[in-house]
């Protein structure tokens, strides 16, 4: 029963993270245009995370990314600026984007 009850607990204080970031995307509209893991308008963001790993700097590439917008590294297609984005909300969202896989 404690084991049970352990397994319970530790795999929703992963889960609770995920979601509430899954939650964040959504309610910013990031999720119009992306997907974890496949390409809608813009890339998965499994992909995302794939090109970006083991880069240092990769939340603070990515978070201005996010505020700003940008374009031509994955294709002729711009993503627009995030004004509905605050810095911290960026930074949130660039982290959880490179958790997925």
């Not at 002729?76 to 984005?85: C, R």
Request: net charge positive; hydrophobic share 50%; with cysteine.
């Amino acid at each position: 029963m404690k084991r049970t009850l352990f397994t319970l607990a530790a795999t929703l204080a992963f889960a609770a993270p995920a979601m509430a970031d899954l939650a964040l995307a959504t309610s910013k509209n990031c999720m119009a245009c992306h997907a974890v893991d496949k390409k809608v308008v813009g890339p998965a963001y499994k992909d995302v995370a794939a090109k970006y790993a083991g880069q240092k700097d990769a939340v603070d590439k990515l978070s201005a990314k996010i505020l700003k917008g940008g374009s031509g590294v994955w294709g002729p297609v711009p993503m627009p600026a995030n004004t509905q984005v605050n810095e911290a909300e960026a930074k949130k969202l660039a982290a959880w984007v490179l958790t997925q896989k």
